[in-house]
């Protein structure tokens, strides 16, 4: 018979009459030896115990000790923690308000180890009940997923499933939003109404594929003329302001809501003139040029302005009318951080070429900086992007154009170097370029698309011409061949030329035709 199996942990027979063991199964958080205690009244009986816990530490399944988190707390400590290193700033905002707004108040009070996918598939079906689109419930049920994995992944007390992505026969079925791209013509008619308009070249690039914010975000630097290419390597991106200073509490207290109204400094209270003669006092003001903005061409004072109340020696501040400041600000609010002197956020454009040069914020947060990075939206969006000759040569006369606007503005221009911007050299901000956007359309008289529609349009040109899919990857920065089924479209025309087609190759034209003619005959 063969031997039966022991324990390589030490087990002895303690003072008590019980039989006791000790087995190392790792180290604990602080580098201490982890050693599991068990115990049994007699020796035969402690060993499968021991056995079970040696098999576990061989496997590497040794359970952690203690008591599991409860859900919200591990998503506090996610969010907070480990998100904001792994993901784009974008996703991390819709990551936080899933989790503030969805998963903390319906399930947070479960622990880790309470959890199963009914408490997913019953919260699935009451935002879907609730009337929720089904979109946003697979966003919050990716939030979940991606959240418990990390708690697997980091050992988490109590969980060793995840019963997020278990759930998912509980989602609603999605609807793919149909994009019909634009044809050739309307491409034609959009390049022609934008032709002699600021950052006309901006657009044509627009159907080479690439995204809004890294149209937004290219330089001058990023264009190898000889060659006809331009590196993808950056975004334009707009990101909430928050405070980079040490105390942001002192920092807010001075423009905070008191119960009795809105602080002096509210920029909602605007200046008045005080003196005797407002429009003599303006009319100083009215041929100056305008603060540097997005919002361009300025519009010229009218006749007799008596705007300019900023500039008055005698100004004073308008009443704020605004209902919110009638609601005094908590106490220690850290807000208001549009007013801190080193604020983030705002108009971001970063790189990813170096760590020294991977954060860069412009605008009116020059100077300041980000708190992420940002880059393009995967590591195939780092891309290389052919320029047609005739784009180059656009390209060309857009950078004449700018050079003019430079020396007009003189000391008012911010040298970003970058290709698109305003009259000031001030980047473009991604909400007026989606207004920018409408109105070429409209003024082409094409039927509104979404500014992404232009990327599918391309994604649709090249494969109709019959462009290699690997170089349509490489060119619209796709991470997985999975992509041109979203993105590529069949045009009506190529769907008519192949039914005819297949016409000629399967019916007898001739022949029916020729039937058809004597049943005709006949008939009459």
């Known amino acids: 018979m063969p031997e039966e199996r022991r324990p390589t942990s030490t087990m002895w027979e303690g003072k ?57 707390d591990w998503l506090d400590e996610w969010i907070t923690t480990y998100a904001p290193l792994q993901v784009r700033y974008k996703t991390l905002v819709s990551y936080s ?24 598939a019953t919260l699935y079906k009451e935002l879907q009940t609730e009337g929720f689109a089904p979109g946003t419930v697979h966003l919050i049920h990716r939030t979940a997923s991606v959240a418990l994995n990390r708690a697997i992944d980091f050992g988490e007390v109590g969980i060793h499933e995840n019963h997020a992505a278990a759930a998912r026969k509980a989602l609603p079925a999605l609807r793919q939003n149909s994009v019909i791209p634009l044809s050739a013509d309307e491409v034609h008619r959009i390049t022609s109404t934008v032709a ?3 950052n006309h070249v901006r657009w044509w690039i627009a159907f080479l594929g690439a995204r809004q914010g890294e149209v937004l975000g290219l330089k001058w630097s990023d264009i190898d003329w000889e060659l006809g290419i331009v590196s993808i390597r950056r975004q334009l991106q707009r990101q909430t302001l928050g405070h980079g200073c040490e105390n942001p509490a002192a ?39 305008a603060y540097p903005s997005d919002r361009s061409p300025r519009k010229p004072c009218p006749p007799g302005c008596t705007g300019h109340g900023k500039a008055c020696p005698q100004r004073y501040r308008s009443k704020c009318k605004t209902a919110s400041h009638n609601i005094a600000c908590p106490n220690g609010c850290t807000g208001h951080a549009r007013f801190c002197p080193q604020r983030t956020g705002g108009l971001v454009l970063s790189e990813t070429a170096s760590p020294a040069t991977a954060e860069q914020t412009v605008g009116r947060t020059r100077g300041r900086k980000s708190k992420r990075e940002l880059r393009p939206k995967s590591a195939a969006g780092m891309r290389r992007l052919p320029l047609p000759a005739v784009v180059r040569e656009e390209l060309q006369v857009h ?16 040298d970003d170097d970058l290709v698109f911007t305003n009259r000031f050299g001030l980047p473009i901000d991604p909400s007026r370029d989606w207004e920018t956007w409408g109105e070429i359309l409209d ?12 990327r599918h349009s391309a994604a649709t040109f090249l494969g109709t011409l019959g462009v290699d899919p690997v170089i349509r990857m490489a060119m619209l920065g796709w991470s997985s061949p999975e992509m041109a089924k979203r993105y590529q479209h069949v045009p009506d025309e190529a769907l008519v030329a192949a039914g005819d087609r297949l016409g000629e190759a399967a019916f007898k034209r001739a022949a029916a035709t020729g039937a058809a003619t004597k049943a005709l005959g006949a008939g009459d």
């Open 399 to 414: 950078k004449a154009r700018q050079e003019m606007e430079r020396a007009e503005a003189g000391t008012l221009w911010h």
């Open 251 to 289: 920092c807010a207290k001075q423009h905070c809501t008191t119960a009795e109204g809105c602080p002096s400094e509210c920029p909602r209270r605007s200046w008045l003139h005080g003196c005797a003669d407002a429009r003599a006092c303006a009319r100083r003001h009215c041929e100056r040029p």
């Open 97 to 120: 308000g899933h989790v503030r707004n969805y998963l903390i108040p319906r399930l947070g009070q479960w622990r880790l180890s309470e959890l199963t996918k009914r408490h997913f």
């Open 196 to 198: 002699e308009m600021r």
């Open 16 to 72: 008590d009459g019980n039989w006791h063991a000790f087995v190392t199964v790792g180290r604990k958080a602080d580098g201490s030896t982890d050693r599991r205690h068990r115990e049994a009244a007699t020796e035969e009986e402690l060993i499968p115990k021991v056995l079970e816990l040696e098999d576990l530490v061989s496997d590497g399944d040794v359970p952690k000790v203690g008591r599991s988190k409860k859900f919200g």
């Open 443 to 454: 003024e082409a008289e094409v039927e509104y698309i979404e500014l992404h529609g232009a």
